[in-house]
């Protein structure tokens, strides 16, 4: 079966820095997106990857690693409008976006 | 560039009866838009896949004479709930996927909130 597994919540503080792991399982794999997604609102795009290594975007930052079938998200200097949640997503060999459940981040002051 | 309107973006409607809801790709041609819902504290649901000119393709569980999908053009395809259901009442989100881009990446519009009583 396809799954895509990603933690429900997590806690950070302002400043500080996040890393928010994904793992997939899908039958093929044409790719990875991370999306943010604020309460009430449509999900965003923040990043994607097709090959392994790590693609810096500012303060944003994803990793991949296929082999491992595994992706981090990670997010510095944390500032409180960065509470969203954040969407993992693996493009399947019908080319459909295989979705996580998504990780709700808490920013702290 | 590609953005993704929807319309409207909040309704409120009486049990029994029916809501469209209308999804546009304002600068590029999407052959393929995308129809989700969306709980409350919950991921995004595929619904149905709908391709320009072809009928939509349904995920398992959802109900095709209930959530009448039209893709008539390379930039419009409407979400019809037919005789809507305090249990309809949810977050729609459509996206669409331009045909220019060589991945695969979904622009999202910003949804619609409906509320059946």
């Known amino acids: 079966g396809q799954n895509i597994d990603q933690p429900t919540e997590m806690t950070a503080t302002e400043g500080a820095i996040v890393q928010i792991n994904c793992t997939y399982q899908t039958s093929g794999f044409n790719g990875l997106f991370w999306y943010q997604q604020h309460a009430g609102e449509a999900p965003t795009f923040l990043s994607y990857n097709v090959l392994d290594g790590l693609e810096e975007k500012g303060r944003f930052s994803s990793f991949l690693s296929r082999s491992k079938g595994y992706s981090y998200l990670l997010l510095k200097e944390l500032q409180m409008k960065d509470s969203a949640s954040y969407l993992c997503a693996s493009v399947d060999s019908n080319y459909q976006l295989i979705w996580g459940a998504g990780t709700k981040l808490i920013i702290k002051p | 560039g590609a953005v993704v309107s929807q319309h409207p973006s909040r309704v409120i409607c009486k049990s029994g009866t029916s809501v469209k809801i209308e999804c546009r790709s304002l600068?590029?041609?999407?052959?393929?838009m995308f129809w989700y819902r969306q709980f409350p504290k919950k991921s995004l649901m595929l619904m149905a896949t709908s391709n320009e000119g072809s009928k939509a393709t349904y995920e398992q569980g959802v109900e095709k004479d209930k959530f009448l999908i039209n893709h008539a053009s390379l930039t419009l395809s409407t979400l019809t709930v037919t005789s809507a259901h305090p249990e309809d009442s949810s977050f729609y989100i459509c996206s669409a996927r331009d045909r220019v881009y060589s991945y695969n990446e979904q622009f999202f519009g910003p949804g619609t909130r409906l509320t059946v009583l």
């Open positions: 600068d590029f041609q999407a052959t393929t």
